[in-house]
């Protein structure tokens, strides 16, 4: 049951240009959205979140919107940058003591940003 | 400031052979760890979570098993490695209570021949 998708593979990017990145959910009960950027080899790196209570949230050239309604949310990276080439994730969290912290992932989008 | 390290980086092993990855975490106390894979493709899949010493979750039935042996150590173990546990493994930590961040280290590269 993949309750956290990632429907585009990949994105190809112009720099100085908008990046868009799309995430959609099925599960209503997520409290926070995360989205996470990831280099070849390396951990992945937390970028912004937003709560559910919330429809937007911006972070220096990182917006995210959430639209509660079509259970989908989305990331803007503006202006890209080259050095914004990596794999892209969306992740989900579930409120309350039992769901322990946990977080579900999308499956990823590789952004490739040409100079 | 916290800090987070597995290893090793890069393991290669064969089939059949036994394994062990080590994650620490500084500069916090009881945190939630996480296993994370990363297989080739696909996401990230959460195989355990512990939240102190000796409490163990497994999220996914497999191969491999974890321990938390110390308050800021989690180890990822196997008796016998399967091809398919090749991936990129992943350990993290809960630094957000409220956003759920989690913080990862550095990964290990899981190649099984």
């Known amino acids: 049951d993949q309750q956290v998708k990632q429907n585009s593979p990949s994105l190809s990017v112009q720099e100085g240009r908008i990046s868009i990145l799309s995430c959609d959910y099925t599960?209503?009960?997520?409290?926070?959205f995360l989205w996470y950027k990831k280099y070849p080899a390396e951990g992945p790196t937390f970028l912004i979140s937003i709560s559910s209570i919330k429809d937007k949230n911006e972070d220096g050239r990182f917006t995210v919107f959430l639209n509660k309604s079509a259970k989908h949310l989305s990331l803007h990276i503006v202006p890209s940058q080259p050095g914004d080439s990596a794999v892209y994730f969306c992740a989900a969290k579930r409120p309350g003591g039992t769901s322990y912290g946990k977080l579900t992932f999308g499956q990823g989008t590789i952004l490739t940003v040409h100079p | 400031s916290q800090t987070i390290h597995q290893w090793p980086a890069t393991l290669v092993q064969p089939v059949g052979s036994p394994l062990s990855l080590e994650c620490t975490v500084e500069?916090?106390?009881?945190?939630?760890l996480y296993w994370y894979r990363q297989a080739a493709g696909r996401g990230l899949q959460l195989l355990f979570y512990s939240v102190g010493i000796g409490q163990i979750s497994s999220e996914v039935p497999q191969n491999l098993s974890a321990s938390r042996p110390q308050d800021r150590q989690f180890i990822l173990s196997s008796k016998k490695l399967l091809l398919s546990d090749s991936g990129f493994y992943l350990c993290?930590?809960?630094?957000?209570?409220?956003?759920?961040?989690?913080?990862f280290g550095e990964g290990s590269r899981l190649t099984v021949l």
């Open positions: 500069g916090t106390s009881n945190p939630n």
């Open positions: 599960n209503s009960m997520f409290d926070y």
């Open positions: 993290a930590w809960r630094r957000g209570v409220s956003t759920g961040e989690l913080f």
